[in-house]
Each structure stands twice: as structure tokens, then as C-alpha cells.
């Protein structure tokens, strides 16, 4: 795996802004007994991170699309302090004898939180992942006040 691709993978898992790479600091302590070091813009991580993403997507894909059994999705709407609203996706299902628990999507929802347009937002996930026609509905709805 290459320096940069280290590097994407770090700001991802450690969910880290990908302006990080541009501290003083940290170039410091990356570059200390490797003066050759070349530390990524924020720009490449950006571009890294992407295309890991798509490659997992691609993965995921088809182990939800070859699944034989239940997949079942929670999922979460909010508003961001800007007042941006973002609804994301988990899906949970059993893989080899194994309970799997992953973040499938997470999207800007450019409108209101209404249900026709949350519906809309998860039929469109559906499409993106190949799976459409694999849901049947049950729908619980919790508020928390």
C-alpha cells in the first residue's frame, strides 16, 4: 500500500478532516528520519478516499445483491448545524455464519425531511446498490423528543 493511500485510510478510519495532512505538526512527524517523505495535499486524500469508497461500493454491491437471506436496513435523518439535511443508511445482515454491521450510504437530502422525500432518497440507495427489487417493507418509526 502506498504512503498516500496509508494516509487516506488513516483520515477515514479515524474520521479526520482531510485538511489534517496540512498541519505543521503532523508533516513534522511524518517526515522525521524520512526528510524525502512526500506528504499528500488534502486535494489527493480527498481523490484517495473517493476512490476507496467507490471500490468498496463495488464490493458491497454484490455481496447485498448475492445475499440468499434477510438484509435489513435502519436508518437515520438530521440537520447539521449549517442546515444541511443528511440521512444515512446501515445495513445489517448475516454473512458466513457472521452478524455484519456496516454504514452502506450517507447523502445530502436537498429538502425538507418529509416522507416522500426520505422515501424517495432510500428508493434511490436501493437503485445505486441493485436492490429494488428485494425490499418488502415494515416500518418503524421511533421519535425521540
Known amino acids: 500500500m502506498s504512503n498516500s493511500a496509508h494516509i487516506a485510510k488513516w483520515v477515514a478510519e479515524s474520521n479526520h478532516p482531510v485538511h489534517i495532512v496540512s498541519d ?38 454484490k455481496l447485498l445483491q448475492d445475499h440468499p437471506g434477510h438484509i435489513h436496513f435502519v436508518t437515520d435523518a438530521w ?45 434511490n440507495m436501493l437503485k445505486t446498490f441493485g436492490l429494488q427489487d428485494r425490499v418488502c417493507f415494515i416500518i418503524t418509526i421511533i421519535i425521540l423528543i
Request: glycine share 2%.
Open 79 to 123: 440537520t447539521s448545524t449549517n442546515h444541511q439535511a443528511f440521512v444515512a443508511w446501515m445495513v445489517h445482515l448475516e454473512h458466513d455464519r457472521t452478524m455484519l454491521a456496516f454504514l452502506l450510504d450517507i447523502i445530502k437530502v436537498p429538502e425538507s425531511h418529509t416522507g416522500i422525500a426520505l422515501a424517495k432518497a432510500f428508493q
Open 24 to 61: 505543521p505538526e503532523l508533516i513534522d512527524l511524518l517526515t522525521t528520519g524520512h526528510p524525502h517523505l512526500k506528504v499528500p495535499s488534502p486535494n489527493t486524500v480527498r481523490c484517495d478516499v473517493k476512490a476507496a469508497y467507490e471500490k468498496c461500493q463495488e464490493h458491497i454491491t
